[in-house]
């Protein structure tokens, strides 16, 4: 992360918790970012104050980084002004939201996230393993690795039945079932 966007969300960051009544709440806050997101753009831990976001955020449009964002903190907002107990998604965290002048929304529309930043993000996820018999070229797919499963005609014949074990994307696993 740039100094600039470190600088920039600090700065967000102070503003969305004065109005929030909480001045100086945001160094309290730790902000980290991770790359194994999938189908989140981001997590609050708010008893520890520690939000995790989608590393992918930080080649998104800013307006996606900073709602993102605000997302997260309004969580960590909400347990310091009422403590535990409340829905995540509940009353006084969409007044936080929109006190701040953001939608309350808790997923986002498909047309605001970047094809090229969070889909290929996705898509680079939806991995298979295909368990494929070397013997009689039997297979199964999966979306773990299974080393317990045997080729079963194999077995019967007195052979161990080991599967050779790889793995593919989606378009590989496109191939192998029209194949």
Known sequence: MTESTKLRITRQLAGWCAKWGLPGFEHGLTITFSHRFRSALGRCAPASREIRLAEFLLAAPAALLEEALCHEAAHAAVYELHGAGLKPHGTEWRRLMQQVGFEPRVRFPAE????????AQRCRARRYWLHQCPVC???????????RWRCASCVETGLDGRLVVT??????LKKVSDG
């Open 137 to 147: 070229d039997v297979s199964r797919v999966a979306r773990t690795h299974v080393g």
């Open 112 to 119: 605001l996230l970047p094809v090229e930043s969070v889909m």
């Open 167 to 172: 793995r593919i994307d989606a378009a590989q």
